[in-house]
Antibody, heavy 119, light 110 residues
Framework: EVQLVESGGGLVQPGGSLRLSCAAS????????MHWVRQTPGKGLVWVSR????????SYADSVKGRFTISRDNAKNTLYLQMKGLRGEDTAVYYC????????????WGQGTLVTVSS | QSALTQPRSVSGSPGQSVTISCTGT?????????VTWYQQHPGKAPKLMIH???ERPSGVPDRFSGSKSGNTASLTISGLQAEDEADYYC??????????FGGGTELTVL
């Protein structure tokens, strides 16, 4: 069974940093691209970032480019999202999601971790 | 990277059919046959319902179907059931390995 468990969310001040983690199990993690998607409380889903199997290829939404960095540790079956220069509009539930193949679409999703940016 | 346009809400009675539209541009919906639909119940993670415009993953009832014409994709749910009440989101590949979601549609089963 595919399982994705996010952690690392919490309250952070504007301008601060936070690193999210996503522990994967139930599938060969190193063979799949991965995504981060966020959801503002009470609002819609927004794609944030994706990474290929070995971490050599990444892409970002314009709203986070230059502030967020996606990475992965295939030995630990873990996906990361390093967030810097956080703003109020970054407040959201952050989901990690597995890609169906190689840049196809997110298929399995975790339960999410809440990031709140506030002073 | 503008969000795809979905109606904020739709509704239907049990047994009826509803269609949710998802309008984008030539750079996303119209440019690729890579539209997906997700169902999200309150407090839950999104669940994949349709991929590649009209393909259903195993386990998804055949009451759910997808289509696309030009820059607009559609999700049709026939034979509405109470458990279909949820939020539905479309998503499209948007080139350069980026993706864009719709704003979501709240489905109410009357």
């Amino acid at each position: 069974e595919v399982q994705l468990v996010e952690s690392g969310g919490g309250l952070v001040q504007p301008g601060g940093s936070l690193r999210l983690s996503c522990a994967a199990s139930g599938f060969p993690f190193s063979s799949y691209w991965m995504h981060w998607v966020r959801q503002t409380p009470g609002k819609g889903l927004v794609w944030v970032s994706r990474i290929n199997t070995d971490g050599s290829g990444t892409s970002y939404a314009d709203s986070v480019k230059g502030r967020f960095t996606i990475s992965r540790d295939n030995a630990k079956n873990t996906l990361y999202l390093q967030m810097k220069g956080l703003r109020g509009e970054d407040t959201a539930v952050y989901y990690c999601a597995r890609d169906k193949g190689y840049g196809d679409y997110p298929d399995y999703w975790g339960q999410g971790t809440l990031v709140t940016v506030s002073s | 990277q503008s969000a795809l346009t979905q109606p904020r809400s739709v509704s239907g009675s049990p047994g009826q059919s509803v269609t949710i539209s998802c309008t984008g541009t030539n750079s996303d919906v119209g440019g690729y046959n890579s539209v997906t639909w997700y169902q999200q119940h309150p407090g839950k993670a999104p669940k994949l319902m349709i991929h590649d415009v009209s393909e259903r993953p195993s386990g998804v009832p055949d009451r759910f179907s997808g289509s696309k014409s030009g820059n607009t994709a559609s999700l049709t749910i026939s034979g509405l059931q109470a458990e279909d009440e949820a939020d539905y989101y479309c998503c499209s590949f948007a080139g350069s390995y980026t993706w864009v979601f719709g704003g979501g549609t709240e489905l109410t089963v009357l």
